[in-house]
């Protein structure tokens, strides 16, 4: 469990602690009280949802770098081989030459 999971998992714990032992000891009434627990929960729900929305922008920040990163790396593969391949037919281009120029001295 990454420590993002743990993080939530002990803040709704500890809304569901501080819920609990504020309806014990709670002064108010009882509709006041029940406002007073929507309201925490909503400010919770907020935070979490908060976290939740950072935490999926920053993966997605990363994912889009590693996408990004892979493309480059496979363009300089391309154009490496694309090099390479050049330069393998410039090398045989110049063997066939030296190959016809041998066997033209042999004819003569």
Do not use: W
């Not at 729900?45 to 994912?63: A, H, I, N, R």
């Not at 990163?69 to 490496?80: L, P, Q, R, T």
């Amino acid at each position: 469990m990454s420590n993002s999971s743990k993080a939530a998992v002990a803040l709704l714990v500890g809304v569901a602690i501080g819920a609990g032992l504020g309806i014990l000891f709670a002064p108010d009434e009882g509709s006041k009280t029940r406002k007073k627990l929507k309201d925490g929960f909503d400010e919770k729900k907020d935070e979490l949802k908060k976290k939740f929305d950072d935490l999926s922008s920053s993966l997605k920040s990363k994912l889009e770098t590693s996408e990004a990163d892979i493309k480059s790396a496979f363009e300089d593969v391309a154009e490496n081989a694309d090099e390479k391949s050049n330069e393998i037919i410039d090398s045989l281009e110049k063997k066939l030459a030296d190959l016809k120029a041998a066997a033209a001295k042999m004819r003569s």
